[in-house]
């Protein structure tokens, strides 16, 4: 037989969790008791509450409406809520069920640090939608350059352009970004000259622009 919890929700009353409590705490003013320590407490709560309040690191309860609208917007742009999660230190669970609606309130700590997140302050490491990447990627290969050539500008010996074409990193898709605009700023005029590197003979090495040489005693 299932044993049956006697406190309405599985709380106990104010009453019974002050009842070993000392005086001089809030809780127990909370059960009934107006000494003068208990009043004290209460004050000295209310007074640091109103303090917080004013500093804007009041963390009472707040409908998690805005929350959730946020984080619907953020993943319209790619950043989903295990993004959101690494840059807020809030943990995946609670972030999923206030995304679906199912936790209805939340902490205001909580709500001011979802509402600060936006797509720059997403952790370098995060996975975001590679479409604006690559069309980026497009318009370079557009301009005459070659996916070897980037892959070079982007990665030091790199022979391949490897980005995915679903997400990418967010300090990949930033690398990508200051390479456009980087040959933007010359007005994309240096695609001529960066030319795929020649795969030499064996045994050779090139000590100048159109110069072979053999390697001796090879």
């Given at each position: ?152 500008l982007l990665i ?23 390479l456009y605009k ?6 994309f005029n240096t ?28």
């Amino acid at each position: 037989m299932a044993k049956i919890n006697p406190f309405k929700n599985g709380l106990k009353p104010v009453a019974v969790l002050a009842a070993d409590r000392e005086h001089g705490t809030r809780l127990k003013y909370l059960s009934g008791c107006k000494c003068v320590e208990c009043r004290r407490a209460n004050t000295d709560y209310q007074c640091a509450r109103e303090a917080a309040k004013k500093l804007g690191d009041w963390n009472g309860i707040v409908p998690a409406t805005k929350a959730r609208k946020h984080l619907l917007k953020l993943s319209e742009q790619g950043i989903g809520r295990r993004a959101v999660g690494a840059v807020t230190d809030i943990s995946d669970t609670i972030l999923h069920d206030i995304r679906t609606g199912t936790k209805k309130n939340i902490r205001a700590r909580t709500e001011r640090k979802i509402l600060a997140v936006t797509p720059d302050l997403a952790s370098e490491g995060a996975l975001i939608s590679a479409a604006p990447t690559w069309n980026l990627i497009r318009q370079l290969l557009a301009k005459g350059y070659t996916k070897s050539q980037l892959a070079k500008l982007l990665i030091c010996d790199a022979h391949a352009l490897q980005i995915s074409q679903k997400q990418v990193r967010v300090r990949t898709a930033d690398a990508v970004a200051r390479l456009y605009k980087k040959l933007e700023a010359v007005d994309f005029n240096t695609a001529r000259y960066y030319q795929q590197e020649e795969i030499l003979p064996s045994n050779t090495y090139r000590i100048k622009p159109g110069v072979i040489e053999h390697r001796m005693g090879e």
